[in-house]
């Protein structure tokens, strides 16, 4: 009965909270070592910043829809807790071991944009509401290049269970049998965050977009909940890509630890080194490059696997 | 899931989605916002979702919640775009031919109702070695492949039409290029168009440009 009910969700959760404290500090971390100065201790100051914001108050617009708009935030964090709840750590360690695992990390990437959404729409607020339909504009393309990537490492492992796509990397990894697979993934896991260069949803341009108009604890929830996304968008691109568990003498969760802390620094790096992208120029760049950059990748997996 | 046997907790999991599945459906139409409504009528879908899962239709289950998820954040986007409710936060009416629509509600609650307590359904266990991605996709791209592939063939023209229609750099120019906006009232003047420069309109300072 533990290890069926409670074990699974005590890792999840478990993992929601490290990880958006591990994101926070390493972004910390990247930006220091950039020559970006920081206020206060790297590994304090994110407590003092969450602890901050839960003893503010929280904002309030005129008639927005309060459940709507409250649900947003912890939805999110929700939706990276399913994602969390796919990854597995090593042959037998999985909360959700669902032979669908890699279709169920597609529907958060689109319950994603849902939530997205409706945290922008609720507020009744302008900048919010632009913020709101910039990601649903954007989200498509991301979870199409998202789709062709991920069904490019099934293929091999004939299989939509995360535990089988890992079980494929036994002699070789995705990142080196789809060498497209992984780049064309971090754009996608930059965007589902809307993380740097494609943070379009909640920029500085709209004064904050779909979070111009929250402050307080609903700020705390949805700070997290972005970490947390991209905590669980490293843990899948890791699994997919790096073979998860697999690695000489360590434990198979220390593996697969170490090369999400990996994965998520280089998202980390990138996001403090590329400038935002224009949001028309993101829609064109999106499905005038990358969407077909997708499809040679799908043709060549498909083509590895006939071979 | 091997066999017939499941626990309490697979019954209590199908009364509560159920439940919610029946709560958000009514709510569709109780709301007074399309986007409420149709993301009312997700967490419907959601609800079925999982009890296909709890079915043993891993795939199914799984493809209807992003399925759904896109289909009506789309729905919800084009519905505020044509009714001309800016955003879809004002108070508007869900419901239509209402007597039409109470009469159908009825009648299909009746005779759904009537199935489910008369009709003698089948008592088939799920086998224990059933995969049911893999008798999916063979039945997919097996006997149903015609189907299937014309299907997705129609919906791809189509995709594909919709966007050069609806392109703004069109086959024959720009799509703004020409069109007129309808007047505020009937037979007047195109609403928002640019005023002629004329002479003789004293006092006039607004300065519009011309390309």
């Given at each position: 009965m533990f290890s069926e009910l409670f074990l699974p969700v005590l890792m999840v959760i478990f993992m929601l909270v490290v990880g958006g404290y591990a994101v926070a500090v390493l972004d910390r971390l990247v930006a220091s070592a950039l020559g970006v100065p920081q206020a206060g201790g790297i590994w304090l100051a994110p407590m003092a910043r969450g602890a901050w914001l839960l003893t503010q108050h929280a904002n309030a617009t005129e008639a927005p829809d309060w459940r709507a708009w409250r649900l947003a935030p912890a939805l999110y964090l929700a939706l990276a807790a399913g994602g969390l709840a796919?990854?597995?750590?090593s042959a037998s360690l999985v909360a959700t071991d669902l032979v669908t695992s890699v279709v169920l990390w597609g529907s958060v990437e689109a319950l994603a944009t849902v939530v997205i959404f409706l945290h922008g729409w609720s507020a009744n607020s302008l900048l919010a509401l632009i913020g709101g339909y910039r990601y649903v504009a954007l989200g498509l393309s991301y979870i199409l290049i998202s789709m062709f990537v991920l069904i490019g490492v099934a293929l091999p492992a004939e299989s939509l269970q995360f535990t089988q796509v890992v079980a494929s990397q036994e002699g070789l990894w995705n990142v080196i049998r789809q060498p497209l697979g992984l780049p064309l993934f971090l754009i996608v896991g930059l965007g589902m965050t809307f993380w740097?260069?494609?943070?379009?949803?909640?920029?500085t341009d709209l004064a904050g977009g779909t979070a111009s108009e929250i402050s307080g604890p609903p700020r705390l929830v949805w700070d997290m909940a972005r970490a947390a996304m991209l905590v669980a968008f490293s843990g899948v691109a890791a699994t997919a890509f790096?073979?998860?568990?697999?690695?000489?003498?360590?434990p198979g969760p220390l593996w697969i630890s170490l090369k999400m802390l990996a994965v998520l620094s280089v998202l980390l790096l990138l996001g403090r080194l590329l400038p935002r992208l224009a949001p028309e120029r993101c829609v064109t760049l999106m499905w005038v490059v990358l969407l077909p950059l997708s499809f040679i990748d799908l043709v060549w997996a498909g083509i590895g696997a006939l071979l | 899931m091997e066999s017939m046997n499941h626990g309490l907790g697979v019954d209590i999991a199908f009364l509560l989605l159920a439940t919610l599945a029946v709560v958000t459906g009514w709510r569709v139409f109780r709301t007074d916002s399309m986007v409420r409504a149709s993301f009312f009528l997700l967490v419907s879908f959601i609800a079925v979702g999982v009890i296909m899962i709890l079915l043993a239709a891993e795939y199914l289950g799984v493809a209807m919640f992003f399925m759904m998820a896109v289909e009506m954040t789309v729905m919800a986007l084009f519905m505020v775009m044509f009714m001309?409710?800016?955003?879809?936060l004002n108070p508007m009416n869900m419901v239509h031919q209402e007597r039409i629509a109470i009469g159908a509600g009825v009648a299909g609650f009746l005779i759904l109702g009537a199935m489910a307590l008369l009709a003698t359904f089948p008592d088939q266990p799920v086998p224990a070695g059933l995969e049911p991605v893999r008798s999916l996709g063979n039945e997919m791209l097996g006997e149903s492949m015609l189907i299937f592939e014309s299907a997705g063939l129609v919906l791809l023209t189509t995709m594909i039409g919709v966007v050069v229609l609806s392109s703004h750099r069109g086959r024959y120019g720009a799509?703004?290029?020409g069109s007129m906006p309808p007047g505020?009232?009937?037979?007047?003047?195109?609403?928002?168009k640019p005023e002629e420069d004329e002479a003789g309109e004293g006092g006039h300072h607004h300065h519009h440009h011309h390309h």
């Open positions: 796919v990854v597995p750590w740097g260069p494609l943070n379009l949803a909640d920029s790096l073979g998860g568990w697999l690695g000489p003498w360590l | 001309m409710n800016p955003a879809g799509a703004a290029e505020l009232e009937p037979g007047g003047d195109p609403a928002g």
